[in-house]
T-cell receptor
Framework: QKEVEQNSGPLSVPEGAIASLNCTYS??????FFWYRQYSGKSPELIMF????GDKEDGRFTAQLNKASQYVSLLIRDSQPSDSATYLC?????????FGTGTSLTVIP | NAGVTQTPKFRILKIGQSMTLQCTQD?????MYWYRQDPGMGLKLIYY???????DKGEVPNGYNVSRSTTEDFPLRLELAAPSQTSVYFC???????????????FGEGSWLTVV
């Protein structure tokens, strides 16, 4: 069973819409969760981390965590063409740091 | 403020050759990682280290070796290169994974390796 799973997409949304990205994880002991954005040909960069159940907001980004259901999601409000990238969910069980396969997002002007 | 530095950025290897990807960080991080990313795919953990002298296998360690003689350096060795090792390699580092501190990992810019 994969540690972290994401819908690979691609996901397309019109400019100004809300993009919703989902991630499920297998290790119930995981305590912190990270969302990264990766532009083509670049290294991943951190968008948000979350460790408590519920929502965490940062600008246009909202991370949602549900430990009972073992999923974490990322909402991007007022999507912009510059948000077009691959979004990676990361879960660090213990000393390792596992990434999902990523969801490719395209925001259409 | 260099962060995580990887060299070389691009390399072409012939089948059966060996090489070392260099990685160094100047943030005094305990944890270091090597990932590979195949085209259109996610990151796969090759090896990681929680401190000098300590290394452990990740998801895809076969065909690779690492060492961690200092806190700063974490080289990745490819022995007998194969076409299946054509990929982008990312080195990364972090302090630790304290859950509430959000100690994320910081990535190098990547090394593009082609084996022909």
């Amino acid at each position: 069973q994969k540690e972290v799973e994401q819908n690979s997409g691609p996901l397309s949304v019109p400019e100004g819409a809300i993009a919703s990205l989902n991630c499920t994880y297998s290790d119930r002991g995981s305590q912190s969760f990270f969302w990264y954005r990766q532009y083509s040909g670049k290294s991943p960069e951190l968008i948000m981390f979350i460790y408590s159940n519920g929502d965490k907001e940062d600008g246009r980004f909202t991370a949602q965590l549900n430990k009972a259901s073992q999923y974490v999601s990322l909402l991007i409000r007022d999507s912009q063409p510059s948000d077009s990238a691959t979004y990676l969910c990361a879960v660090p069980p213990g000393n390792q740091f596992y990434f999902g396969t990523g969801t490719s997002l395209t925001v259409i002007p | 403020n260099a962060g995580v530095t990887q060299t070389p950025k691009f390399r072409i290897l012939k089948i059966g050759q060996s090489m070392t990807l260099q990685c160094t960080q100047d943030m005094n991080h305990n944890y270091m990682y090597w990932y590979r990313q195949d085209p259109g795919m996610g990151l796969k953990l090759i090896y990681y280290s929680v401190g000098a002298g300590i290394t452990d296998k990740g998801e895809v360690p076969n065909g690779y070796n690492v060492s961690r003689s200092t806190t700063e350096d974490f080289p990745l060795r490819l022995e007998l290169a194969a076409p299946s090792q054509t990929s982008v390699y990312f080195c990364a580092s972090s302090y630790s994974q304290g859950p509430e501190s959000g100690n994320t990992i910081y990535f190098g810019e990547g090394s593009w390796l082609t084996v022909v």
